[in-house]
Nanobody, 121 residues
Framework: QVQLVESGGGLVQVGGSLRLSCVAS????????MGWYRQAPGKERDLVAT???????NYVDSVKGRFTISRDNAKNTVYLQMNSLQPEDTAVYYC???????????????WGQGTQVTVSA
């Protein structure tokens, strides 16, 4: 099992910045792609950004140029630097990790508990 714990959320004014962190613990071997998703009230959980073990990144169009995802494999931590925050970025942000293990190999998906980000106008 892998446990993911997010931190860094909070209340920020329009145009402000926040940095989210997600630390993985437990059976963390073979963790592959990690990512951030968000869920606004009444909406589905959507992709924000992902990063592979090799550092390849992918972003949803709405955050390109404002958000940066990074990871420190030695610390088993993934970050999301969020700049120029807008009210539409208000959501609960979730960390996600993929792990392939077992024989035959199977993919397992883990989620954190989420951290609230609120952007006030």
């Amino acid at each position: 099992q892998v446990q993911l714990v997010e931190s860094g959320g909070g209340l920020v004014q329009v145009g402000g910045s926040l940095r989210l962190s997600c630390v993985a613990s437990g059976s963390i071997f073979s963790i592959g792609q990690m990512g951030w998703y968000r869920q606004a009230p009444g909406k589905e959980r959507d992709l924000v950004a992902t990063i592979t073990t090799g550092g390849n990144t992918n972003y949803v169009d709405s955050v390109k140029g404002r958000f940066t995802i990074s990871r420190d494999n030695a610390k088993n931590t993934v970050y999301l630097q969020m700049n120029s925050l807008q009210p539409e970025d208000t959501a609960v942000y979730y960390c996600r990790a993929e792990q392939t293990r077992g024989l035959p190999p199977r993919q397992h998906i883990y989620w954190g508990q989420g951290t609230q980000v609120t952007v006030s106008a």
